[in-house]
């Protein structure tokens, strides 16, 4: 067993499309959606993809936030998805278990095991992330979220922040995802992410400025997890 995990998509299709593409060349029993599938310009559509093959979903923060939608954003992608697409990002669970070649038992959660919205970087002390996964049985827990890949181990756990598709915060251009068994390879997939930009700005995305410059010229991963640490201890 081989598993894709493709998280924080944020509705960026062409992002998703070219991870889908080396996905298959790499070739995986599983594709896991790993939560923030929407809260983008193409949020329905990134969920029909995932729909279409068959992956295995799990629920993130923004799949909440479009059921309740607080923002302009969250009610502007509300109103792109069908009551089909939303029906289905109000079953989806908070986290799944699959048994992967190598790796052993594997818990795939959007932040936490616990919560869909917990911030976990590289850098939070390990004592506070043991917090986080108590209870957690799994070998292995896939997280995202943060938007910053990372593999760290905790206690007998090891932790994969599987990156974002859509969105990431990681210094240069392109999609990541983790590609798992039988180890762990944290990914980086380049497309083109000047041409998605200038799309993302005619989407009518609300802010979608702030969206087309993250994904032609990322925040660095430092700069990124100084943040999140930051809004953590807040
Ligand atoms: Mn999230």
């Known amino acids: 067993m081989r598993v894709a995990a493709l998280y924080d998509i944020h509705g960026n299709l062409p992002a998703l499309e070219a991870v889908i593409a080396e996905v298959d060349s790499a070739g995986v029993d599983a594709i896991v959606g790993g939560g923030d599938i929407v ?4 949020s329905g ?3 029909e993809l995932l729909r279409r093959r068959g992956a295995v979903l799990v629920r993130g923060n923004c799949e909440r936030d479009i059921l309740e939608p607080k923002s302009e954003r969250d009610r502007w992608c509300a109103a792109t998805l069908t009551p089909s697409q939303l029906e289905l990002i109000a079953e989806l669970p ?3 278990e699959i048994l992967v070649d190598g790796l052993g038992r594997i818990l795939f959660c959007h932040a936490s095991p616990r919560r869909d919205d917990e911030i976990v970087t590289r850098s939070t002390p390990a004592n506070d992330v043991a917090e986080a996964l108590a209870g957690t049985e799994a070998e292995a827990v896939v997280c995202g979220h943060t938007h910053v890949q990372y ?3 905790i206690g007998r756990t090891r932790l ?7 969105l990431p915060y990681e210094d240069d251009p392109g999609a990541r995802w983790a590609l798992l068994g039988p ?3 944290l990914r980086r997939t380049p497309y083109a992410t000047d041409a998605a930009a200038a799309a993302i ?3 009518g995305l609300p802010d979608a400025d702030d969206f087309a410059d993250t994904v032609a010229i990322p925040p660095s991963a430092a700069e990124a997890t100084e943040h999140f640490e930051a809004m953590r201890g807040s």
């Open 151 to 153: 593999e760290r181990r």
């Open 183 to 185: 180890g762990v390879e």
């Open 201 to 203: 700005r005619a989407s």
């Open 45 to 47: 559509e990134c969920l």
């Open 39 to 42: 809260w983008g310009p193409w």
């Open 94 to 96: 908070l986290s799944v």
């Open 160 to 166: 994969v922040n599987a990156g974002s598709v859509g």
